[in-house]
């Protein structure tokens, strides 16, 4: 198989989340562990570095890993989903893991992954894991995909875990309270090693609490700090302060990082590692940003942005949702004043734009459905003055069809 018959297999072997949900879903680590075994116990062979949360741990990671590369580390990075391309997922010092490593990595254990009837997630793990430890990083940056304690990246020994922000997502997996929530992703906390919590919440703090007791590992709260990042988000505040608070505990670890490197890593996050749509501008005249923001904190987050940046500007919406979304409470956040531009992405668990419509119609929320994100976009480009403001978002999957 050539790269792309590689990629194609990949996808279609078996369920993965981002497209078919629940069904992709799987509820322990058995296989995750059996392949680890099957390829050398990959990952004990760097140090790594966990985050889990239900936002901000993309832009942590990134950020954090922008760092490292600042002060000299060779940092793997695996983060998810990927937007355009397979091998966004998996980076050393910011570039993507070559075609051939992937096809590689295919054809020599494929018999293995249909014997075991490894998911795609699975799959992506083992190698990302297998291609840090061939090619010799000094640390690397693991942001888990869904959950934490029972997620696929959870077999690591990592040397320092984060939890960003927990809210209300996948609920239908990691509980309908945010204590529920929390304790799925305090799954990663291991035995003796120290642990960053991003955000200080009533709800979650006795959840960290009595884990790390239990696995007598220190606790640390993120801090407040002057240092800044060049991502425009307003919620990335908070990220720099997770990552800052880190890095003081990294270095305790004997990693050697200095202040400038904790500047210039903040301030060259998108040359370093490549991230993108977080606020990310993509037009000045008129001003046209989108965000993956898709719950309703993170929502609520950019909504204040929105009303913030575009205060005296007639604004243009373009939104379209995962099905199992609640979108009445993220629609909840939008301003009637704009104008919508309903659509979905080219995902099979989009919902319907006009379905999206007919609720946001309930919540005086008024505009056209489109079936495909580039015709609500175009329809917006083309409705839109030089001085208005236009928003692109509700969906990685949205973004991803216009970056």
Known sequence: MNYNQSIKWLFNQLPIYQ?????????????????????????????????????????????????????????????????????????????????????????????FFKKNQLSFFEMTVGLCFDYFSKEKVDVAVIETGLGGRLDSTNI???????????????????????????????????????????????????????????KNSMLFFSKATSFKTSLLGKNQQKNVNTVVTSVKQLKKKGLQISRTQIEMGLKNVVLNTGIVGRWQILNKSPLIVCDVAHNEQAIKVVVEQIKMIAKDKKKHIVLGFIQEKEIKKMLK????????????????RALCSKELKKEALKLQLKGKSYKEVKKAVTAAKKQAQKEDFIYIGGSTFVVSEII
């Not at 966990?50 to 954090?64: E, P, R």
């Not at 799925?184 to 200080?200: C, H």
């Not at 956040?333 to 704009?338: E, L, N, S």
């Open 333 to 348: 956040k939008f301003p009637k004043d704009a104008i919508y531009y309903f659509t979905e992405p080219n995902n099979p």
């Open 156 to 214: 690591i020994s990592p040397i320092l875990s984060i939890v960003t922000t927990i809210s209300f997502d996948h609920t239908q997996f990691l509980g309908t309270t945010i204590a529920s929530i929390a304790k799925e992703k305090a799954g990663i906390i291991k035995s003796g090693t120290p642990v960053i919590i991003g955000e200080k919440q009533k709800e979650t703090i006795h959840v960290f609490k009595q884990t790390c007791r239990r």
């Open 19 to 111: 497209r078919v949900g629940a069904a992709a879903y799987k509820a322990n680590l058995s296989n995750s562990l059996k392949l680890d075994q099957h390829l050398g116990f990959p990952h004990q062979k760097f140090k790594s570095i966990h985050i889990a949360g239900t936002n901000g741990k993309g832009s942590t990671a990134h950020l954090l890993s922008s760092i490292l590369q600042e002060a000299g580390y060779k940092t793997g990075l695996y983060t998810s989903p990927h937007f355009k391309d397979f091998r966004e997922r998996i980076r050393i010092n910011g570039k993507k893991i070559p075609k051939k490593d992937v096809q590689e990595f295919i054809k020599e254990h494929q018999l």
